[in-house]
């Protein structure tokens, strides 16, 4: 069974720790993609890699950063955690094997609250 | 740029009944659309997508979705909901990239 797998489903941070939010795929997927969910607002597009060192900005890149030094591994970084960064973050991954339609693999979820 | 609206937060019907959540899109060339959903504290799941073909697209739990491109909509149905299909429901349409619509929250009660 393909998966995506989150290691944090819930942690609680305090304003201006670091946070990692660690993200793994077994399906050999190029694609990785971090999103943020917000009630009302959908997901929001982070950041997100083609390939191993790779990274592209999403629509709301602001104190956040990522790294991927593995095609399996995307981390999320919040150098400073602040309270508007209490969220729900979703991994997902999909594949770039040509005919492909991009459909996404959504991780459980990290819900993160900052204190 | 492309866009998704889901015009509903939410959508309430009773358990047998058949139920439709609306989704109404804008992209440029020929859409690829999605529909995914999503229980509590849960990830995404993938129920079904158009790309080409048949208008009317068979997905998971038995979910359909309607293409209809002069309308540039893609409602999703089912003709008996269960109070197992309580979710939240989120349309998506790809471009280049991913754009999802804002959710709508279905509550089917007995």
């Known amino acids: 069974d393909v998966k995506v797998t989150q290691s944090s489903r819930y942690l609680v941070k305090r304003t201006g720790e670091k946070v990692f939010l660690e993200c793994v795929q077994d399906?050999?997927?190029?694609?990785m993609f971090w999103y943020r969910q917000d009630p009302g607002l959908g997901l929001r597009l982070i950041y997100f890699s083609y390939d191993v060192k790779m990274k592209e900005k999403g629509d709301i890149p602001e104190g956040y950063s990522v790294s991927r030094e593995k095609k399996e591994r995307f981390s999320l970084i919040l150098e400073s955690a602040s309270t508007n960064q209490t969220s729900m973050y979703l991994c997902?991954?999909?594949?770039?094997?040509?005919?492909?339609?991009?459909?996404?693999?959504f991780g459980e979820g990290s819900r993160l609250t900052v204190l | 740029a492309q866009s998704v609206a889901q015009p509903e937060d939410q959508v309430n019907v009773a358990e047998g009944n058949p139920l439709t959540v609306k989704c109404t899109y804008s992209v440029s060339g020929n859409p690829y659309l999605f529909w995914y959903v999503q229980y509590p504290n849960r990830g995404l799941q993938f129920l079904l997508k158009y790309i080409t073909g048949d208008n009317l697209v068979k997905g998971s739990y038995g979910f359909e979705a309607e293409f209809n491109k002069s309308q540039t909509s893609f409602h999703l149905k089912k003709p008996s909901a269960l109070v197992s299909d309580s979710a939240l429901y989120f349309c998506?349409?790809?471009?280049?990239?991913?754009?999802f619509g804002t959710g709508t929250r279905l509550q089917v009660t007995l």
């Open positions: 399906m050999d997927h190029e694609n």
């Open positions: 997902a991954s999909s594949s770039q094997v040509r005919g492909n339609t991009g459909e996404l693999f």
């Open positions: 998506a349409v790809r471009d280049f990239l991913i754009t």
